[in-house]
């Protein structure tokens, strides 16, 4: 269906659950120029905080409206609505397949929020913020960043159980952050670059932070690449990975820096599967009870786009199960 069409068929729907909303919000939580997403910080750190593209750091809807939304078409509704927003979700969002999610957004869960049986999708959108949201059981790919979206930065949320990627960055995406997410209940975690064919688009984009994320025994992709440059990985946890912990392949370029490995048979590859082998430079972890990891050759510095400070790896274990995930923004 059309976007035009979608949006016309949801007006009347949308228009009167915002009204019973508006006089909900009286009483209950009101809706306020001053969101819940302001704490800890307004804008991305990593590659989401860079000033480039166009683009000052991520913002997201700052400056729009805020609205709180309880029910699923008035959340899709505003979701495909070209103006900024900070979209405030109360309650579980459910539906199926991924459904879009444009430029100039902030989407964020109050206590309880749930996105369940689909997923998000940004297709050549920019500057868009995901926090404090639960996704549960999407039948694709719960968190979908593609065609040359930038300035996406995914935060504190938790996400489980999906049929296909738990977040994709794909078709040239570039600029990502993805910080304090506790991703369990799941196998394919997180993928950078769709296809060993995709070097024209991907080399050299993809670039994407990774910090503070809980890897709570899923089996693999923290992240895989393919083709970008760099990637960086520091500050993780990753507990109980059966298949690997991070995948560097088809000379992407990626930097695996103070993190805490446990359990991991093979925490870092050079290559995998049919793909062939990427530049991954690993300093400063930690490896318990894990296998030897992987490296080749010399990757860009993230610091060449943006200075940063790694907490010690060995606070990680503690520091990231009590941080990451929903409720703890």
């Not at 009204?19 to 990593?46: E, L, S």
């Amino acid at each position: 269906m059309s976007d035009i069409s979608r949006r016309s068929l949801l007006a009347g729907a949308a228009a009167t659950a915002l009204t019973a909303v508006t006089a909900r919000a009286a009483t209950a939580r009101p809706v306020t120029t001053n969101p819940v997403w302001a704490a800890p910080f307004q804008t991305a750190d990593g590659f989401a905080g860079t000033n480039t593209l166009g683009q000052n750091g991520t913002t997201g809807g700052v400056g729009g409206p805020v609205v709180t939304v309880r029910d699923t078409d008035t959340f899709l509704d505003y979701c495909d609505r070209n103006e900024p927003y900070v979209i405030q979700v109360d309650g579980i969002m459910t539906f199926s397949s991924k459904q879009g999610l444009r430029s100039n957004k902030t989407v964020i869960g109050l206590p309880g929020a749930e996105i369940r049986g689909g997923g998000l999708d940004m297709y050549r959108r920019q500057n868009v913020i995901i926090r404090n949201l639960r996704f549960t059981g999407a039948d694709d790919d719960a968190i979908s960043i593609q065609q040359s979206s930038h300035h996406i930065w995914i935060d504190h949320c938790e996400l489980s159980g999906g049929a296909d990627g738990l977040i994709d960055i794909v078709r040239g995406a570039d600029f990502i952050t993805v910080s304090w997410n506790n991703f369990h209940g799941h196998s394919k975690t997180a993928l950078l670059g769709h296809s060993d064919s995709n070097a024209g688009p991907d080399t050299g984009k993809l670039r994407t932070t990774f910090h503070h994320n809980y890897f709570n025994a899923t089996e693999q992709r923290h992240p895989r690449v393919r083709f970008g440059e760099p990637i960086h990985v520091y500050n993780n946890y990753f507990r109980d990975n059966r298949l690997y912990g991070v995948a560097s392949t088809e000379n992407a370029g990626v930097l695996v820096e103070a993190n805490y490995f446990q359990n991991v048979p093979h925490p870092i590859y050079s290559g995998y599967d049919e793909s062939g082998p990427g530049r991954v430079v690993q300093r400063d972890n930690i490896f318990v009870n894990s296998g030897t990891p992987q490296t080749l050759g010399t990757v860009v510095e993230p610091r060449t786009y943006y200075a940063y400070t790694p907490d010690h790896p060995s606070t990680l274990p503690t520091t990231v199960p009590a941080g990451a995930g929903v409720g703890r923004i």
